[in-house]
């Protein structure tokens, strides 16, 4: 499959699962997305903040949530929701969802911009690299934080 990038209403997807870039520490950023988020899954809100709070995530993981529809997937790619998101950490996040997405039975997923639009090249050259020659669908909305 290939990487394709979409302009448009994230949550409007019909992908198997939805990725978000999210902050080690379990604490949403302010933003129109985690707003959305929090408001439409407080489930994964509450467990991902006691998740990151017990310090069970850290920069790189990644967390899939099946509870939902779409399923959810935090990518966490900051230790704090203040500042921009590290490469590093976005890499090795996208390098560890490669790693697993076939054996959790990921198919498809829509995934929201992962770094700040300065950083957004580097990013996608990331996605391309790393997706490109796989077999899960990878849908990019990079306009899903403004």
């Known amino acids: 499959m290939t990487v394709t990038f979409e302009h448009g209403q994230l949550w409007d997807t019909t992908a ?34 006691q998740r990151g709070r017990g310090g069970l995530l850290a920069p790189g993981d990644v967390w899939i949530w099946r509870e939902s529809t779409p ?3 935090g990518l966490i790619v900051r230790e704090t929701p203040q500042g921009a998101a590290r490469l590093r950490y976005v890499e090795q996040a996208l390098l560890s969802l490669a790693q697993v997405w076939e054996q959790e039975g990921l ?9 700040e639009p300065d950083d957004s ?16 669908s990878l ?8």
């Open 16 to 49: 198997q699962a939805v990725g978000i870039g999210l902050a080690a520490n379990g604490r949403l950023g302010v933003s129109p997305l985690h707003t959305a988020l929090a408001d439409r899954w407080p489930a994964f809100v509450s467990v991902y903040r």
């Open 107 to 115: 198919h498809s997923l829509a995934l929201a911009g992962l770094a």
């Open 121 to 136: 090249a580097r990013v996608d050259e990331l996605l391309q690299r790393i997706f490109n020659r796989n077999g899960l």
């Open 139 to 146: 849908t990019v909305y990079g306009d899903a934080f403004r």
């Open 71 to 73: 399923w959810l997937v």
